[in-house]
Every structure is written in structure tokens, then in C-alpha cells.
Nanobody, 123 residues
Framework: QVQLVESGGGLVQAGGSLRLSCAAS????????MGWSRQAPGKEREFIAG????????YYADSVKDRFTISRDNVKNTVYLQMNSLKPEDTAVYYC????????????????WGQGTQVTVSS
């Protein structure tokens, strides 16, 4: 059973930084792409960053490009999201995600989700 557990959310002022972590278990971590989505109140969940299983390919939504960085450690079975220059519009619940079927892509339709971690950016 795939389990994804996020941590690192919190309250930060605009312009600040946070680093989210997601610990994965239940299957061979290094064989699957990983990513992050977020959902703000009243909005649909948005896929914002993805990383291929070998870390060669990454994807970022325009809304976070050049501010957020996704990375992974295949020894620690953990994926990270470094968030810099945070804006109030980044306020959302952030979800770790992974694909159901293995691929070499960085963009994928999530098949598994974590429970989410709240990020609140104050102005």
C-alpha cells in the first residue's frame, strides 16, 4: 500500500521560504515519478511540480516557475519542494502525489495522494 506523508507546512510572511517534505513507502520509490499539487479554498486542485524517477526531468506550473524547486532523494525515499519568494496566493493545502504506473515523465496524472499540509502566506 502506497503511503505519502507530507511535512513542513506552516505560516510564513510574503517573501519568505518554506521547504516541504514527503516521505513515501509501500513500493520502490525510485521507480516512480513524484510531484506536488495544491488546492486553495474554493479552487480546484492544481498540479504544480513534478520530477521524473531519475530526477532528469522536472515540471513546474507557470504559477510557481522560478520560485519553487522540486527534488528527490531516492535513498531516503523522500521528495522535497523548496518554496521561495512566497506570495499570499500560494496559500493552499499542498499534497504530495505519485503516479500509479511507472513512467519516465515528470508530468503525470496522480494516482496516489498524501493527506496534505497547510501553507499560509500572510501579506
Amino acid at each position: 500500500q502506497v503511503q505519502l506523508v507530507e511535512s513542513g507546512g506552516g505560516l510564513v510572511q510574503a517573501g519568505g521560504s518554506l521547504r516541504l517534505s514527503c516521505a513515501a513507502s509501500g513500493r520502490t520509490f525510485s521507480s516512480y515519478a513524484m510531484g506536488w499539487s495544491r488546492q486553495a479554498p474554493g479552487k480546484e486542485r492544481e498540479f504544480i511540480a513534478g520530477i521524473s524517477r531519475d530526477s532528469i526531468s522536472t515540471y513546474y506550473a507557470d504559477s510557481v516557475k522560478d520560485r519553487f524547486t522540486i527534488s528527490r532523494d531516492n535513498v531516503k525515499n523522500t521528495v522535497y519542494l523548496q518554496m521561495n519568494s512566497l506570495k499570499p496566493e500560494d496559500t493552499a493545502v499542498y499534497y504530495c502525489a505519485t503516479e500509479k504506473l511507472r513512467s519516465w515523465a515528470a508530468v503525470f496524472t496522480p494516482g496516489y495522494w498524501g493527506q496534505g499540509t497547510q501553507v499560509t502566506v500572510s501579506s
